[in-house]
């Protein structure tokens, strides 16, 4: 392929996902259901994370998501209860079950209560993004976890194109004029995003 048709090729994708007709058939509706910055993260974060399969069964597993945290996902993270922790248990997307989702919401809070929330973790200067994605998944499980819960955050330094993580951060960084990405993040360039 030349430049000049892998030019055209890319031109005519970004005319056909770079449009905010493609929100309503795509996971990112989910984030885009949200205001409160941290609303919009985590309902990202954990959209992007179950972003694998049919897209209609993404986003309809990742509605019943939002729904079990009470259509607030960060005040639930923040301050749940054991007892809804519990209602979280019968959950299953995939082989993304509901130890995995608690599992999630207990690793979000330990991100918000002690690393200052999702953009600051991100924001941390290291060589790489691939090496900040990996800080990331270290962080998000250094409190008690399952082990089979750690599938589910790709590390690329293990060698994975970690292609839902990568996406997520270009949902929360990439500002465009077409509003589709949400663009929330300042302190990343869009320059450090990959497109794996």
């Not at 290291?126 to 590390?155: A, C, G, V, W, Y």
Request: glycine residues 6%; proline residues 5%.
């Amino acid at each position: 392929m030349t430049q000049s048709e892998l030019k055209e090729f890319l031109d005519e994708k970004v005319e056909l996902y770079n449009n905010p007709n493609f929100i309503e058939s795509d996971p990112i509706q989910i984030p885009h259901l949200y205001s409160l910055k941290e609303d919009i993260e985590i309902a990202g974060f954990l959209a992007a994370t179950i972003a694998w399969g049919n897209r209609k069964m993404i986003i309809n597993n990742a509605k019943k998501m939002m729904d079990l945290m009470g259509n607030s996902p960060y005040d639930f993270v923040m301050n749940y209860s054991e007892s809804q922790l519990e209602s979280l248990e019968n959950f299953v997307h995939r082989t993304f079950n509901g130890k995995d989702f608690v599992g999630f919401i207990k690793g979000l809070k330990h991100i918000y209560q002690n690393h200052n929330g999702l953009e600051a973790v991100f924001s941390k200067q290291n060589p790489t993004m691939q090496h900040t994605i990996s800080e990331f998944k270290q962080l998000f499980f250094e409190i008690p976890h399952l082990s089979r819960t750690e599938k589910h955050i790709s590390d690329p330094l293990s060698g994975s194109a970690a292609k839902r993580i990568n996406m997520y951060l270009r949902w929360m960084v990439r500002k465009d004029n077409k509003g589709v990405d949400l663009g929330i993040w300042n302190s990343i360039s869009p320059a450090l995003l990959s497109c794996p």
